[in-house]
């Protein structure tokens, strides 16, 4: 029987450097409303999934999305004010 182990060498071999860039951080900054927007979202439709929608529920779902779509309308709003362009 073979022993079947990862070898250190090689799983450890080339560790990242540094970490993300100040432009990566920006950018993730500049996305956290909308981030937050989805995450507030996915947890409204998971605490739906195992029965069924009542009226206020419906109503979490319809906030819910509603403020994901103006979060995205934010950011490409912001987007386009930074490059020049209209969105």
């Not at 605490?47 to 929608?53: A, E, I, M, N, T």
């Amino acid at each position: 029987m073979k022993n079947i182990a990862a070898l250190q060498a090689v799983v450890t071999a080339n560790p990242p450097v540094g970490g993300p860039t100040d432009a990566e951080l920006d950018a993730i900054k500049a996305e956290m409303p909308v981030i937050s927007a989805e995450v507030e979202l996915l947890d409204v439709q998971i605490s739906v999934l195992d029965r069924p929608v009542t009226e206020l529920d419906a109503r979490r779902l319809r906030r819910a999305r509603r403020k994901v779509l103006a979060a995205r309308r934010d950011l490409l709003n912001r987007t386009a004010a930074q490059t020049g362009g209209a969105a």
